[in-house]
């Protein structure tokens, strides 16, 4: 099976990196209305000039700094002995791509492929021949499942030892 797996905050724990970078972009600037708390469209408010720019001026420091979750780097490697194929799809535009090949490279995890600005996720998922796609954000999993891809949320506690149970049998029911 082609599996498709988001990075930031499903691979990673991009949070805290994310939450310390906009308290430094709201003591830095003059954000308007927000505040020194991560708005809740920080990952999908790319119509908003604040989001923009903060993603501008924090995301290779951000893309550098993250670390892998638990048991991550241990379940795609599983997956590929099981013969899995994993494409990491990420919204990260392409100009991250050697800042993110880097970082997953440093913390030795296993890939076939890294697909980068897939802001509309289903449409790349549907190019790229994904079959199954995990990832943190709902909208997302929402616009793939729409192309008739199947989907896997992470959610915010899960692990990757349950979740790669969890792709196993989705994988053993779609045969
Ligand atoms: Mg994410």
Known sequence: ???G????????????????A??????LYDLG??????????????NDKYIRQ????YRTEIASRVKLKENAAEALYKLKLNGHVIKIVTARP?????????????????????????????????????ELHIDDTQMNLDDIASYGIKTLLFKENDNWNDVYKKILNISRNSK
């Open 5 to 20: 797996i988001d990075i930031d905050d499903t691979l990673t724990d991009s949070k805290i990196e994310i939450i310390n």
């Open 22 to 27: 906009w308290k430094d972009y709201y003591r």
């Open 33 to 46: 209305t927000y505040t020194d708390k991560v708005p809740s469209n920080i990952n999908t408010g790319w």
């Open 94 to 130: 392409e100009d991250q791509r050697l800042v993110t090949l880097r970082c997953l490279k440093s913390q030795l995890l296993t890939y076939d492929e890294l697909v980068l600005q897939a802001r509309y996720k289903g449409k790349t998922c549907l190019e790229h021949g994904v």
């Open 1 to 3: 099976m082609v599996i």
């Open 54 to 57: 903060f993603w501008d001026l």
